[in-house]
């Protein structure tokens, strides 16, 4: 085995996986949230961000974007950020809607 810096947390361990011992149910757990919001959104979850996902899941963008890599995950398309049509001529790009909220309806949009 080889000496690898957790994932998640940044100590280092000994171990095949990516994540140490105590960090594997938190992934375990997050992992389980994003099925759960994925199954419940299915591909309606593609016109959101993955700061929006991060947001309504509680997972961090960091980890989100760790298990979007993952096979299980590779079916979604789920953008960084959005372009947003504004009129006819109008168009802001790289927008990244990190502060909406399904369930409340909140909206914050940041320019990055």
Known sequence: MEIKKCARCGNFFETVNDVCNGCIPKDNKDVGKLKN??????????????????VNTG?????????????????????????????EDVVIENVNNVGKNIKGNKKVLEKI
């Open 37 to 54: 919001f994925l199954n419940g959104y299915g591909y309606l979850a593609e016109n959101m961000t993955r700061g929006e996902v991060s």
């Open 59 to 87: 997972i961090t963008l960091r980890n989100l974007n760790r298990f979007l890599q993952w096979n299980d995950f590779k079916a979604y398309n789920i953008p960084e950020n959005l372009n947003i049509i504004v009129g």
